[in-house]
């Protein structure tokens, strides 16, 4: 049983550096890669940290802060764009007078083409469309590649905060003051919000957003003579390749060390999560929708034809599988499903680190259909096929909140991560 938290109190509070540039389901808690990662025992200074999935960037972050290359990977492009974002230094006075050119624009643009997606007057009002479509338009139109990423970041960031979303869900869902007629207050307090936001400044909005994410951006000051850079290298932890777009694999043993925390089998659902904002950047007609859902690992959506259950060659994981299919054949085909596409993933990671380096993976025990369903050990048991073999296991008692699925009543809520430390 270790507490990382306690074992690394200089970190401090959450919004540290650029962590908190853009909000993210169930992100890794900094304690845990920044403590493996300070240590040269795991991944020597200037050595290359891969993330799989690396969702936000937490540990590519955490890797170029304490002196090494990062290379991630991640199905979401949300997600891609924001590890980009996090880990690429930009001084404050040049996005501070981008800004103000951004603004200053925006006043002269007055005519602006509102993207067409599904159910658009459903989350944001007329008003609401007009300013966002308005502000998208210039910052697409930025020259410099990473002040159109760092404002596309802060562009994200405000979507869900001026739409007519729940903002203490992470996946969309309409607040709806009908369900708290019993609750005067709290049902006043939701009519309120929602007339506020019929009206609500836009602008403003995101002028406040980019101005708290400049000064985090300053706090990376440090990195900008720093050697150690940061590249999101792939759409599919299951096909590293050496960038996006490129068909060339990541050389063999190339990488000093794998650290990374999996996605559960249909704990999360990540590319739901980015809908609105992948509406507004085109990616959220139905048919891309499904294509990044069929590349998400732990994904839950399957047309029939592919609702098939295959065996995971793990006795106790197909023994718990078929218990799980007596009671819900959808689970069971989700489950089976993850851990062969695990299975692939893991043993990709295994092909690209360097023979006598470590994988640290961060993960939990979850519930599938009831049933205690302990993916910490079957992805261990995975790893171990392909040459890893076990040096340590640690659990840490983090109630992440992050976590806590929405989706059915039976997947329970992770109180514990499980660090599981692996050599080649």
């Known amino acids: 049983m270790v507490d990382f938290r306690s074992l690394v109190p200089e970190i401090g509070k959450p919004d540290r550096y ?18 493996i990662l300070h240590t040269e025992r795991f991944c020597p200074n200037g050595g290359v940290v891969l993330d799989p999935f690396c969702g936000a960037g937490t540990v590519l972050l955490e890797a170029i802060l304490c002196g090494k290359n990062a290379l991630g990977a991640d199905a979401n492009p949300i997600a891609r764009l924001i590890s980009e974002a996090k880990t690429q230094y930009v001084p404050a006075n040049d996005l501070k007078k981008e800004l103000d050119r951004i603004l200053r624009k925006i006043e002269k643009n007055s005519n602006c083409i509102i993207p067409d997606f599904p159910n658009k007057d459903f989350w944001f009002s007329q008003h609401v469309q007009e300013q966002l479509s308005h502000l998208l338009h210039i910052i697409q139109k930025l020259k410099d590649k990473k002040h159109k990423v ?4 802060c562009f994200s960031n405000i979507i869900k905060k001026v739409s007519y979303a729940d903002p203490r869900i992470y996946v969309p869902v309409r607040m709806n003051p009908d369900r708290f007629t019993d609750k005067p207050d709290l049902y006043q307090k939701l009519r309120i919000k929602l007339d506020s936001l019929r009206d609500i400044n836009v602008y403003e909005k995101f002028r406040q957003v980019s101005m708290e ?3 985090r951006m300053e706090l990376l000051r440090g990195l900008a003579d720093s050697s150690c850079t940061s590249r999101v290298i792939s759409k599919d932890a299951r096909k590293l390749t050496i960038r996006i777009g490129s068909k060339e694999l990541l050389g063999d043993e190339s990488v000093d060390l794998v650290l990374t925390s999996p996605p559960y089998a249909g704990a999360q659902k990540y590319i739901r999560s980015s809908r609105l904002s992948l509406n507004w950047f085109g990616m959220g007609d139905p048919d891309s929708i499904r294509c990044l859902e069929k590349s998400n690992i732990g994904r839950e959506d399957f047309a029939q034809k592919d609702r098939i259950i295959s065996l995971t060659g793990i006795d106790e994981a197909d023994k718990l599988i078929a218990k799980i299919a007596l009671k819900d054949i959808t689970r069971a085909c989700i489950v089976s499903t993850y851990l062969n596409e695990m299975s692939v993933a893991l ?10 380096g470590y994988m640290v993976l961060v993960v939990g025990p979850n519930k599938v259909s009831g049933y205690d369903f302990d993916t910490p050990n079957f992805l261990r048991l995975i790893a171990e096929r392909y040459g890893m073999h076990t040096e340590l296991l640690l659990i840490d008692s983090i109630k992440n909140y992050g976590l806590l699925t929405m989706r059915n009543k039976t997947a329970g809520m992770i109180m514990v991560e499980h660090v599981i430390v692996m050599k080649k």
Do not use: D, W
């Open 347 to 356: 043993k990709e990671s295994v092909r690209v680190l360097k023979k006598g």
């Open 150 to 153: 760092f404002f596309m970041v």
């Open 18 to 35: 650029t962590h908190l540039i853009h909000p993210y389901p169930a992100k890794l808690l900094a304690s845990i890669p920044y403590y």
């Open 213 to 215: 994410n400049i000064q």
